[in-house]
């Protein structure tokens, strides 16, 4: 079945040091990528997205890569900071309405 | 700032009680969804619906229904609240073509 997986539950890096979180998914119809934060006791927070046409996109501290041959996607969060401690998740749309989100890495950021 | 607003934060509610969990956009967006997240799980697609009066089941519908009589609110009701119901719920909705925005999520323990 369709899935949408992560290959660490739990990424503890040093603050100031680069940050990278990786993300399998399995349908290759997808075409469309997200990448979502989820701080303790909130709702999920759109980080970045990416689409299929592209392989790569830059945001504010982040990139995300995306390798289709692989079917796998990555977020790199540059300087690390304590506020980007969460929970993070990736999410693909295999063409519908709906999307397939993993169950997250946790990303714990050390002083 | 656009936002999904979720009514309640925190909700305690007896086994057999009817819930109502409500959900309402600024956005204008036609698809707006409910998910519950459980740990280990991740999210749990339950409802969505692409327009007014329109429903459609997600991955796990049993024990839920939904209503959507204005585009800009969809809830989410638990004809009789069971102890396995308690988790976190959020609501999302989103415009063709782009990513969800969800809301902060409440959640519901039932006792």
């Known amino acids: 079945g369709e899935s949408v997986g992560l290959h660490l539950p739990t990424l503890s890096v040093q603050e100031g040091d680069n940050s990278i979180i990786n993300c399998a998914y399995s349908n290759s119809a997808s075409d469309y990528f997200i990448w979502y934060k989820q701080e303790s006791g909130k709702g999920p927070q759109f980080i970045i997205d990416?689409?299929?046409?592209?392989d790569k996109r830059q945001g504010q501290r982040v990139t995300v890569l995306l390798n289709k041959t692989v079917k796998h996607l990555s977020l790199q969060i540059a300087a690390t900071q304590p506020g980007d401690s969460a929970v993070y998740f990736c999410?693909?749309?295999?063409?519908?309405?709906?999307?397939?989100f993993g169950t997250g890495t946790r990303l714990k950021v050390l002083a | 700032d656009v936002k999904v607003t979720q009514s309640s934060r925190y909700l305690v509610k007896r086994t057999g009680e009817k819930v109502f969990l409500e959900c309402v956009q600024d956005?204008?967006?036609?698809?707006m969804f409910w998910y519950r997240q459980d740990p280990g799980l991740g999210l749990r697609l339950i409802y969505f619906s692409y327009d007014v009066k329109m429903k459609e089941k997600g991955d796990i519908p049993e024990g839920y229904s939904v209503s959507r009589e204005k585009k800009e609110r969809f809830s989410l009701i638990l004809e009789s609240a069971s102890t396995n119901q308690t988790s976190m719920y959020l609501c999302a909705s989103s415009s063709e073509g782009y990513g969800y925005t969800f809301g902060s999520g409440t959640r519901l323990t039932v006792v």
């Open positions: 990416i689409r299929s046409n592209m």
């Open positions: 956005m204008d967006h036609e698809n």
């Open positions: 999410a693909d749309r295999p063409g519908t309405y709906k999307y397939i």
